[in-house]
């Protein structure tokens, strides 16, 4: 079964990078990687997603290891608002099946 | 704002009972989402729909139901409650099958 695995929690000092890894073993070649996070007593937001490359946006960054079979979601200067669940998903390209992971709690510490 | 709108906020009920919780989707967005989040833990995938039709179906109970409607609004539904279904229940939408969701707001489930 397809899942994806992430640790559970994260410390990080403000202002500097923060790289949060997901493993996801399982993937197949046209699964996308998804991320997503939810701050306290909110729903999830997007954050980012790829395929195979590598991928910016304005809120992150995210590398994909050559294999596919790892990613990591990299904010590249945290401040005490990214303080949230990271969530790792993978969309599976054969059904559409969401494998949402338990998600990494990052601990911002001013 | 996400522009996805989840009713009502908060539902009260007892077990053995029946609820139905609906959402409306981002407008333009055809894919509807639904998920389950316990206390303290992760969201469990629960269904999706696309276009009046489903899609892909993740860990959801034979207890509970949901359908998409022509103007593309969603309702969950929810039977034989038991206590073990409180949880906040969340609704997404997108545009399409595998782009970003834009989540709702959540329906907060108390079954006493």
């Known amino acids: 079964d397809a899942k994806t695995t992430q640790p559970n929690s994260m410390e990080s000092n403000e202002e500097e990078p923060v790289h949060l890894p997901c493993n996801h073993s399982t993937i197949s070649g046209t699964d996308y990687i998804h991320w997503y996070r939810q701050l306290p007593s909110q729903g999830p937001e997007y954050v980012i997603h790829g395929l195979t490359s590598n991928v910016n946006n304005r809120m992150a960054s995210l590398a994909i290891a050559e294999d596919r079979k790892s990613s990591t979601l990299i904010l590249h200067r945290a401040t005490l608002r990214d303080a949230a669940v990271y969530y790792c998903?993978?969309?599976?390209?054969?059904?559409?099946?969401?494998?949402w992971g338990a998600g990494t709690k990052l601990i911002i510490k001013p | 704002d996400s522009g996805v709108t989840q009713t009502p906020k908060h539902l009260i009920t007892a077990t053995g009972q029946r609820v139905t919780l609906r959402c409306s989707p981002r407008s333009g967005d055809l894919s509807v989402y639904w998920y389950q989040q316990s206390l303290d833990q992760g969201l469990q995938f629960l269904i999706q729909y696309y276009n009046g039709e489903e899609r892909a179906k993740g860990n959801i109970l034979e207890r509970f139901s949901a359908q998409q409607f022509p103007d593309l609004h969603s309702e969950l539904n929810l039977s034989s409650l038991e206590l073990g279904d409180s949880a906040l229940y969340f609704c997404a939408s997108s545009v399409d099958l595998a782009s970003e969701q834009f989540f709702g707001p959540g329906t907060r489930l108390t079954v006493l």
């Open positions: 998903i993978l969309i599976i390209d054969s059904n559409y099946q969401l494998i």
